[in-house]
């Protein structure tokens, strides 16, 4: 199955770059396709219609490569800075101007958890926050009538719905939206009717990304946990790839792909070479790091491995 094999020459690749006023990376890739579409069997050479023929051919794999190419968008989640706040029942430190400090660090936008125990956010913090971000909310909730009638009156940018134990230290898995269908399709159903998209939290499986499908759902998050705590190379290995079997099937049935859940500073690289993933939701690590370096510097850190710069 061997086609050939295409040399590139860089510095030349560097003069025609710097000619045509473009970066070195973009013409590398012009000239690489370029040989590839030749090895395909087509030839600008043979004539005029030719020519075209391969012209077209070019810059069809270029635009799937491009669309391949977009750089994932990164939310914080505060949820922690209100942790720290509610641990000495006082007023500092303040989540609202923690979401400040992210966006001007570079964020794409912030999550917040409304908790039915409001054990960190609180009802104001998710009303200030929706009035004075310039990027974007989300508002993660469980699929009650009270938390839907907040986020229809607050209207977030999206809503991830997301299951709730009352002793759970954080979220432990994915919503069961195969099991729990016709109650999570009249969720997304009612906020819709209100004007707010709808993300559902799902492990990396096939029948709740199927379900997923069915609820009229804008959106699935994936839940990265299982990559994230997997030990040993072969168990990482599984669990990535399960997340990247969810995140094809979810684009397939024409659902957005958000992924989040126990990445860091360590594991998040990897995942952002997913090019199905188009926004990642990190928390406790970044503001873990936060403590110790400041918000800013560790979003910009994060920012740097989400979107490989």
Not at 3 to 9: A, E, K, P, Q, T
Not at 205 to 222: M, P, S
């Amino acid at each position: 199955g061997l086609l050939g094999d295409v040399v590139l020459c860089v510095d030349a690749a560097r003069r025609e770059a710097e000619a045509g006023g473009v970066g070195l990376h973009r013409r590398l890739l012009e000239l690489l396709v370029h040989g590839v579409v030749h090895l395909l069997g087509e030839d600008h050479e043979a004539g005029a219609a030719e020519a075209r023929r391969m012209e077209a051919r070019e810059r069809a794999l270029m635009d799937r490569l491009d669309k391949e190419g977009i750089m994932a968008d990164l939310c914080i989640n505060v949820d922690h800075v209100a942790t720290v706040r509610e641990a000495r029942l006082a007023a500092e430190p303040d989540p609202v101007q923690a979401a400040v400090l992210v966006e001007l660090a570079g964020a794409d936008g912030v999550v917040v958890h409304l908790r039915e125990d409001r054990r960190h956010i609180k009802d104001r913090d998710v009303r200030v926050l929706r009035q004075i971000l310039k990027t974007r909310l989300t508002l993660e909730m469980a699929a009650t009538d009270e938390m839907i009638a907040i986020a229809s009156e607050i209207r977030p940018d999206i809503v991830t719905l997301v299951p709730e134990k009352r002793r759970e230290l954080t979220t432990e898995g994915g919503l069961d939206v195969a099991a729990h269908e016709g109650h999570i399709r009249e969720a997304v159903a009612r906020l819709h009717d209100a004007g707010v998209p709808v993300s559902l939290f799902v492990d990396p499986e096939a029948a709740q990304v199927e379900a997923a499908g069915r609820t009229g759902a804008d959106c699935v998050e994936i839940h990265t946990g299982r990559y994230a705590e997997a030990r040993g190379a072969e168990a990482r290995d599984r669990e990535f790839e399960a997340v990247v079997a969810a995140a094809r099937a979810a684009r397939d049935l024409g659902l957005r792909v958000h992924a989040g859940h126990g990445l860091d500073y360590r594991n998040t690289a990897r995942m952002a070479s997913v090019s199905e993933i188009e926004e990642f939701s990190i928390g406790h690590a970044v503001v873990a790091r936060a403590v110790l370096v400041g918000m800013e510097r560790a979003v910009r850190e994060m920012l740097a491995l989400v979107k490989g710069c």
